[in-house]
């Protein structure tokens, strides 16, 4: 049974306005994580240390002013955010997420509100604008990631347990309401906020301040997008409220995992190219994601109505690593050819079978068959509705090289499999005879 909720879900349902439209269509974004952590490299004192590098000053036991130090070490020779934008346009990302401030609560802007910021730098200059310029001129669009967590500030609270406590964690609201108000007004081509740091005590204990921080976006701008992770309901419940209505405009709490099926809500992926390293980390350890995987990941969360963001964590200069360099040429020569299974794509409602994932295209009609596990049979088993005709069928990128389905049994088809020479998925692309019912067939 429902409850009465003042700080739930403020609308239910999938938004339909032109905004949150295009936020999907984008489908393909690259998060930005750089701050005073992307100095230290994951390194302290020399030695490696163990965890996400943007945790260093947890990790490493660093004291408030040796960290603090490293203000005067933010010079960023090689930083040009014309380059960054550049190599995300080539990785064909329609969207980028940066962190304007991270849990260290070093803010890539001159804000008003505290100097623990770029003004306070050798750098000196407003790094947020030149990215957001950058990214606007590119044509990507821009989203701010904004850390509730703030280790600096003297009035955050991680719990509160005291009188003082409270007021302290109520001036702290007060600074980050000015900030958001801030960063709106300053930077009005942002299209939306990506927030983190919300499973503290403090903030479950006091869910209404995230319901007022997202009454203010919106008084701001009515057309902000901003996922579930910023909301707790005041009973505590996070990302879902107490009546299990997703507050906020998308499943926001995918970071580094993919769901198993379609959720039936937007929802958005965050993904790390090592296991879990954010910021900057110099040695890179364990398992380090390659160009394929990545793009399986992205075309099995568009095959599931879900969108992908990869990250990027620029070096302490202002440089991009070679490997993310290398990713964004591999992935973009991907997308140049294959691109059109990704971008305006939703689920294909088609039985999902073991060689990969179906798209299908908003208003194009095709369904795009994104092949990532090539079958030793060298057969393509595909299951249509009855009655079902494959008018054409071609793969991307040769689209003069015809492939010819052959009818199996009522309504399966087998496609023979072209021969996989790059190590890359390939896109089969079907016309699906005038009519057919693959709009509504429910697989
Ligand atoms: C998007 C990512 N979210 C931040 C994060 C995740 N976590 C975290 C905290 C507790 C459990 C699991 C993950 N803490 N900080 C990471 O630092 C990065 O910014």
Redesign the pocket.
Known sequence: AQIPLKYGASREGKRTDAAMQRWRENRFGQ?I?FGLYSLAGGHWNGKYVEG?A??IKGNARISDEDYEALTRQFVLPEFDAREWARIAKEMGVKYSVI?TK??EGFCLWPSEYTDYDVSRTPFGRDLLKEYVDAYTQEGIDVYF?YSIIDWNHPDWRSRVETVEDSLAFFRYCDFMNKQITELMTRYPEVKGFWF??T?DKSVVKFGKITWDIEQLMHRLNPGIICGSRLRVDEKGARHFDTNGKLMGDYEQGW?RSLPEKAPQNDWEC?MTIPENQ?GYQADWRGHIKSATEIIEMLAAATSMNGNFVLNFGPKGDGSLREEEKQMARKVGKWMQLNGEAIYGCVQAPLKPQKWGYYTRHRDNGFVYMVVCYQPVSGMLKVVLPTGSVIENCVVLGKEGMELKPEKSTKNEFVIPAPEVKDGFPYVIRLKLKEGDSVGNYVA
């Open positions: 998060f994580h996400a943007e945790w962190t991270h849990h990631y983190d740091g499973w970071e965050v954010w």
